[in-house]
C-alpha cells in the first residue's frame, strides 16, 4: 500500500540505510511562463546557395543567409530585412528552387540623352540608392551600358542588367510572380537630379510567372512550431496550403499555433479585392499602393516587429510600431484615411506615415471577417486578440502540467493524507484561478471576479481519468479610438 507521502524516485521498502533525498520541481515554476516562439522565412533561394533546397537553416546574420541561400536571393533580401528589424528573436529559413517553368520578370530603363552637363543619376533599386556617374557629352547608349555595369555591380541587390543601344534591362535573379514587385525607379528624394539633357524612364517588362511550391517546406516542418511564418508568394495556391497547415495547428490537439505575414500592392479596390477573397484568422497582409521597398520586404520586416514586441506583450497594440528599413510612399501612393478604413475592414493590414518619414504599423489585423455562415464576426479581427487568447491557453496548460504531472484523479472531498500526489476538480479550479489573477496583473485579462463565476471544473461522467474545464477569461482589448464631441460656450 502507498505511504501517506507519495514519492517519485523513492521506494517505500527500501531497507538499506541511508538518507534519501529527491528533488521534486512541480511546483519550482511561478508566475506566468514564457512561449517558445520562432520565426521562419519561406522564399527562393539561388543555385550557389550552400544550403540545400526544403532545409532548415537558422539565420543569426545577413552574411548566414548570403552563404546558405545565395547573394541576392530573395531569401537573403527578407532575412537581412527580418533580421535588421529584429535583433533578438529565433529566425530559422527554407529554400526552395525556382519553378522551372517559371518566368523571370524584367523593366526596361529607357535612356534619352547626350547629357549636356555632369551629373549623378540616382537609381534605386528597391530602395537601395546606387549611383551611376554622367559625364557631360555621354551619348544615351553610353549612359545605358553604365547603368547596367551598376546594377550589375550591386552584388546584394535582386536584379542583374545588359545594355543594348539607349535601353538597360534589368532582369529578376529569380523567376517567379514575386519577381513583379521589385522596385525599381529613379530620382526618389527631393533633391535628387538627373543630369542635364538626361531623362531615364522606367517601364515594365517581361511579367513574372510561376512560384514554387511551398508544399515542400511544410513538409519539411511538419514536427516544427513556429509561431510567425513569411513567405514572398502571396498567390492562392500557396496561401491556401499555409492557411490549411495553420487551421491545423490551431485546434486542441495540436496547439502549435503560427501565423502567416505578407505584403501585397495595388489601387485600394484591388486590395479590397484580394483581401475579400479570404477568410483566416491565421494570415496577415499589409496593402500598399506602390513602395520603393519591395513587398516582400515589408512583409518580412512586419512580421519580425509584431513577433519580436508580440513576444513581450501579446494584447498591447501594435499601432504606431515603425518599420525599420522601409522607405516611405510617395505622397501620390498614400492611400487616404477613408480608403485605409475601407481596406481594414477587407482584411487588409494598414501603415501610416510620420512627419520624419518613418512607416509605422496603423492596425494588424488577420482576414477572418465572417463566419460558417457568412455573417460579420470580428472575433478575430485583430492579430492582438488572436495572440492574446493563445497565450491564455498556453499559460492554463503550462500551469496543470507542471502541478499535476503524474497526479491520481479524485473527486471533491475524497479524504486523503497530505503529501499524496492526488488531484481533485476543486484543486484544479484553484490553480486555473491563480493563473488567471496573474494574467489580470500582467494587463492580459480583465473581468477577474467573472471568470471565477463562469468557470466551470467537474469530473468527466464518461471518462473517469479525465477532467473538462470551460475556461471564461474577457481579454483586454486595445485603445484605439477616442472620440469626443467639444461642446463650447461663448
Same mark, same amino acid.
Given at each position: 500500500?502507498?505511504?501517506?507521502?507519495? !514519492?517519485?524516485?523513492? $521506494?517505500?521498502?527500501?531497507?538499506? $540505510?541511508?538518507?534519501?533525498?529527491?528533488?521534486?520541481?512541480?511546483?519550482?515554476?511561478?508566475?506566468?511562463?514564457?512561449?517558445?516562439?520562432?520565426?521562419?522565412?519561406?522564399?527562393?533561394?539561388?543555385?550557389?546557395?550552400?544550403?540545400?533546397?526544403?532545409?532548415?537553416?537558422?539565420?543569426?546574420?545577413?552574411?548566414?543567409?548570403?552563404?546558405?541561400?545565395?547573394?541576392?536571393?530573395?531569401?537573403?533580401?527578407?532575412?537581412?530585412?527580418?533580421?535588421?528589424?529584429?535583433?533578438?528573436?529565433?529566425?530559422?529559413?527554407?529554400?526552395?528552387?525556382?519553378?522551372?517553368?517559371?518566368?523571370?520578370?524584367?523593366?526596361?530603363? %529607357?535612356?534619352?540623352?547626350? /547629357?549636356?552637363?555632369?551629373?549623378?543619376?540616382?537609381?534605386?533599386?528597391?530602395?537601395?540608392?546606387?549611383?551611376?556617374?554622367?559625364?557631360?557629352?555621354?551619348?544615351?547608349?553610353?549612359?545605358?551600358?553604365?547603368?547596367?555595369?551598376?546594377?550589375?555591380? !550591386?552584388?546584394?541587390?535582386?536584379?542583374?542588367?545588359?545594355?543594348?543601344?539607349?535601353?538597360?534591362?534589368?532582369?529578376?535573379?529569380?523567376?517567379?510572380?514575386?519577381?513583379?514587385?521589385?522596385?525599381?525607379?529613379?530620382?526618389?528624394?527631393?533633391?535628387?537630379?538627373?543630369?542635364?539633357?538626361?531623362?531615364?524612364?522606367? /517601364?515594365?517588362?517581361?511579367?513574372?510567372?510561376?512560384?514554387?511550391?511551398?508544399?515542400?517546406?511544410?513538409?519539411?516542418?511538419?514536427?516544427?512550431?513556429?509561431?510567425?511564418?513569411?513567405?514572398?508568394?502571396?498567390?492562392?495556391?500557396?496561401?491556401?496550403?499555409?492557411?490549411?497547415?495553420?487551421?491545423?495547428?490551431?485546434?486542441?490537439?495540436?496547439?502549435?499555433?503560427?501565423?502567416?505575414?505578407?505584403?501585397?500592392?495595388?489601387?485600394?479596390?484591388?486590395?479590397?479585392?484580394?483581401?475579400? /477573397?479570404?477568410?483566416?484568422?491565421?494570415?496577415? !497582409?499589409?496593402?500598399?499602393?506602390?513602395?520603393? %521597398?519591395?513587398?516582400?520586404?515589408?512583409?518580412?520586416?512586419?512580421?519580425?516587429?509584431?513577433?519580436?514586441?508580440?513576444?513581450?506583450? =501579446?494584447?498591447?497594440?501594435?499601432?504606431?510600431?515603425?518599420? =525599420?528599413?522601409?522607405?516611405? =510612399?510617395?505622397?501620390?501612393?498614400?492611400?487616404?484615411?477613408?480608403?485605409?478604413?475601407?481596406?481594414?475592414?477587407?482584411?487588409?493590414?494598414?501603415?501610416?506615415?510620420?512627419?520624419?518619414?518613418?512607416?509605422?504599423?496603423?492596425?494588424?489585423?488577420?482576414?477572418?471577417?465572417?463566419?460558417?455562415?457568412? #455573417?460579420?464576426?470580428?472575433?478575430?479581427?485583430?492579430?492582438?486578440?488572436?495572440?492574446?487568447?493563445?497565450?491564455?491557453?498556453?499559460?492554463?496548460?503550462?500551469?496543470?502540467?507542471?502541478?499535476? =504531472?503524474?497526479?491520481?484523479?479524485?473527486?471533491?472531498? %475524497?479524504?486523503?493524507?497530505?503529501?499524496?500526489?492526488?488531484?481533485?476538480?476543486?484543486?484544479?479550479?484553484?490553480?486555473?484561478?491563480?493563473?488567471?489573477?496573474?494574467?489580470?496583473?500582467?494587463?492580459?485579462?480583465?473581468?477577474?471576479?467573472?471568470?471565477?463565476?463562469?468557470? #466551470?471544473?467537474?469530473?468527466?461522467?464518461?471518462?473517469?481519468?479525465?477532467?473538462?474545464?470551460?475556461?471564461?477569461?474577457?481579454?483586454?482589448?486595445?485603445?484605439?479610438? !477616442?472620440?469626443?464631441?467639444?461642446?463650447?460656450?461663448?
Amino acid at each position: 500500500m502507498p505511504d501517506n507521502i507519495t !514519492f517519485n524516485t523513492i $521506494p517505500i521498502d527500501i531497507r538499506t $540505510p541511508g538518507q534519501y533525498v529527491e528533488i521534486d520541481n512541480s511546483k519550482a515554476v511561478r508566475g506566468l511562463p514564457s512561449m517558445n516562439r520562432r520565426i521562419l522565412v519561406i522564399g527562393n533561394k539561388l543555385p550557389a546557395g550552400s544550403a540545400p533546397a526544403g532545409q532548415l537553416r537558422r539565420i543569426n546574420a545577413g552574411s548566414e543567409a548570403a552563404g546558405y541561400f545565395g547573394r541576392g536571393s530573395v531569401l537573403h533580401e527578407m532575412l537581412v530585412a527580418a533580421r535588421n528589424a529584429n535583433k533578438e528573436s529565433d529566425i530559422m529559413a527554407i529554400g526552395l528552387d525556382d519553378l522551372g517553368a517559371g518566368v523571370a520578370a524584367t523593366q526596361t530603363l %529607357t535612356v534619352t540623352g547626350p /547629357a549636356t552637363g555632369s551629373g549623378v543619376i540616382a537609381l534605386y533599386v528597391n530602395g537601395q540608392r546606387l549611383q551611376v556617374g554622367v559625364t557631360s557629352g555621354d551619348a544615351a547608349a553610353t549612359i545605358a551600358t553604365a547603368i547596367a555595369a551598376t546594377v550589375n555591380a !550591386f552584388l546584394d541587390g535582386p536584379v542583374t542588367s545588359t545594355a543594348a543601344a539607349a535601353v538597360a534591362t534589368v532582369t529578376a535573379r529569380h523567376k517567379g510572380v514575386f519577381g513583379n514587385d521589385i522596385d525599381v525607379r529613379v530620382n526618389y528624394y527631393s533633391d535628387d537630379v538627373l543630369p542635364a539633357g538626361v531623362t531615364v524612364t522606367v /517601364a515594365a517588362g517581361v511579367a513574372g510567372a510561376g512560384n514554387p511550391d511551398v508544399a515542400p517546406a511544410l513538409a519539411a516542418i511538419s514536427l516544427e512550431s513556429f509561431y510567425t511564418i513569411v513567405t514572398p508568394y502571396t498567390d492562392t495556391a500557396n496561401i491556401v496550403k499555409v492557411e490549411t497547415e495553420l487551421a491545423s495547428r490551431w485546434g486542441g490537439m495540436d496547439m502549435r499555433t503560427g501565423h502567416l505575414f505578407g505584403a501585397l500592392r495595388g489601387t485600394q479596390s484591388a486590395l479590397a479585392t484580394l483581401g475579400a /477573397a479570404r477568410n483566416s484568422p491565421h494570415d496577415s !497582409f499589409v496593402g500598399v499602393r506602390s513602395l520603393p %521597398t519591395p513587398i516582400y520586404c515589408l512583409g518580412a520586416i512586419t512580421a519580425a516587429v509584431c513577433e519580436f514586441n508580440g513576444a513581450i506583450d =501579446p494584447a498591447r497594440p501594435f499601432q504606431t510600431l515603425v518599420l =525599420p528599413g522601409v522607405l516611405p =510612399p510617395a505622397l501620390s501612393d498614400r492611400f487616404t484615411q477613408q480608403e485605409r478604413n475601407l481596406l481594414l475592414r477587407d482584411g487588409i493590414s494598414t501603415i501610416t506615415v510620420d512627419q520624419g518619414g518613418n512607416v509605422l504599423l496603423e492596425r494588424v489585423v488577420t482576414t477572418y471577417q465572417t463566419n460558417a455562415y457568412g #455573417i460579420d464576426d470580428v472575433s478575430y479581427l485583430d492579430l492582438e486578440t488572436k495572440w492574446t487568447v493563445d497565450y491564455m491557453r498556453y499559460a492554463f496548460r503550462a500551469r496543470i502540467a507542471l502541478r499535476f =504531472p503524474r497526479h491520481k484523479l479524485a473527486d471533491d472531498g %475524497t479524504q486523503f493524507a497530505p503529501g499524496q500526489a492526488i488531484v481533485t476538480p476543486l484543486m484544479i479550479r484553484g490553480e486555473l484561478i491563480d493563473v488567471a489573477r496573474e494574467l489580470e496583473l500582467a494587463g492580459i485579462l480583465e473581468g477577474f471576479e467573472q471568470f471565477k463565476k463562469d468557470l #466551470i471544473v467537474v469530473r468527466s461522467i464518461s471518462d473517469r481519468n479525465r477532467v473538462n474545464a470551460i475556461l471564461p477569461p474577457d481579454v483586454v482589448n486595445q485603445f484605439r479610438v !477616442f472620440a469626443a464631441s467639444v461642446q463650447f460656450i461663448l
